[in-house]
Nanobody, 114 residues
């Protein structure tokens, strides 16, 4: 069955960095576009960005552009989100998902606080 397992979340100080991973299994990962979303308490889920199957096109929301980097390793069936210059407003639960199949991971919590 399709599984998406996020990891790498935690507590980080403002200005710090964190790298999230999303381990995928149960489907042909290398053939699918992937997305990162986040949801802060009391707010709607927000698209962070997405990446095509071959990494040929990567798009970011304006709120993270220039600070976050999405990448993938198709040999390892893993999606990544490198986050830098983190701000308090980046605090959220981060999810990976497959837009064409509609599957979501369980999410990993990122808290930016001093």
């Amino acid at each position: 069955q399709v599984q998406l397992v996020e990891s790498g979340g935690g507590l980080v100080q403002p200005g710090g960095s964190l790298k999230l991973s999303c381990a995928a299994s149960g489907f042909a990962f290398r053939q699918y576009r992937m997305r990162w979303y986040r949801q802060a308490p009391g707010k709607e889920r927000e698209l962070v960005g997405d990446i095509t199957s071959t990494s040929g096109s990567i798009n970011y929301s304006d709120s993270v552009k220039g600070r976050f980097t999405i990448s993938r390793d198709n040999a390892k069936n893993t999606l990544y989100l490198q986050m830098s210059s983190l701000k308090a407003e980046d605090t959220a639960k981060y999810y990976c998902m497959i837009p064409n199949l509609g599957y979501w991971g369980q999410g990993t919590q990122v808290t930016v606080s001093s």
